[in-house]
């Protein structure tokens, strides 16, 4: 089974902090995306990687970087939160090979104070 | 640009009745994949519909998809309490970043006794 694992399920943190969120797959997938999940909004891309430090912006990159040093590792770096960046965060991962299905980690609720 | 939409989004039943929801795209594409998610919970792969005319079932939830009429439904056969969830459609891009999903905004299901 593929098991995509996040770093952290809760995780609160203040205005300005630099915050770090890191997400793991176990299948060696060759996708990994980062996304958020906000009531009404539905889900929102805000980045994602095809291949060992490649990246591309999603629909809402602003705010946000990402770093994938490794294949399984793809982590998601809030430089300095605001409290509009509070929101469940979901990594999910996906291979060619399996039709581009997309496994998803348990989430991540942050909250900015 | 990709636009997914889902309806109805929300979707209140009796148990023991019929449902369809149903999820529109707006650009050609081959693949489309149902997600199922619980409160406070990550998203689940349900179904991984891979070309014109393909159907899945699995338990009391049977998916179809239509890609002349950009359509897919997720049919719902004598509703039981377990499958209140929220429903997500996702489409795969054609071409490009093909790896890359649009979600629709889901469909929250509540099954009444």
């Known amino acids: 089974d593929v098991k995509v694992t996040q770093s952290s399920r809760y995780l609160v943190k203040r205005t300005g902090e630099k915050v770090f969120l890191e997400c793991v797959q176990d299948?060696?997938?060759?996708?990994m995306f980062w996304y958020r999940q906000d009531p009404g909004l539905g889900l929102r891309l805000i980045y994602f990687?095809?291949?060992?430090?490649?990246?591309e912006k999603g629909d809402i990159p602003e705010g946000y970087s990402v770093s994938r040093e490794k294949k399984e590792r793809f982590s998601l770096i809030l430089e300095s939160a605001s409290t509009n960046q509070t929101s469940m965060y979901l990594c999910?991962?996906?291979?060619?090979?399996?039709?581009?299905?997309?496994?998803f980690g348990p989430g991540t609720r942050l909250t900015v104070l | 640009e990709l636009k997914v939409e889902q309806n109805p989004l929300f979707l209140s039943m009796q148990e023991g009745k019929n449902y369809t929801i149903y999820c529109n795209y707006s650009t050609t594409s081959d693949r489309l994949y149902w997600y199922r998610q619980d409160p406070g919970k990550s998203l689940e792969s349900l179904f991984v519909?891979?070309?014109?005319?393909a159907v899945k079932q699995e338990g009391r939830l049977m998916a179809s998809l239509d890609t002349k009429a950009r359509l897919s439904t997720l049919h719902i056969t004598a509703a039981v309490h377990d499958l209140s969830a929220t429903y997500f459609c996702?489409?795969?891009?054609?071409?490009?970043?093909?790896?890359?999903?649009?979600f629709g905004k889901g469909t929250l299901l509540t099954v009444n006794p």
């Open positions: 996702a489409v795969e891009s054609s071409g490009g970043s093909n790896y890359k999903l649009t």
């Open positions: 990687s095809y291949d060992v430090k490649m990246k």
């Open positions: 999910a991962s996906s291979s060619r090979s399996h039709y581009n299905e997309q496994f």
């Open positions: 519909l891979l070309s014109n005319g």
């Open positions: 299948m060696d997938h060759e996708n």
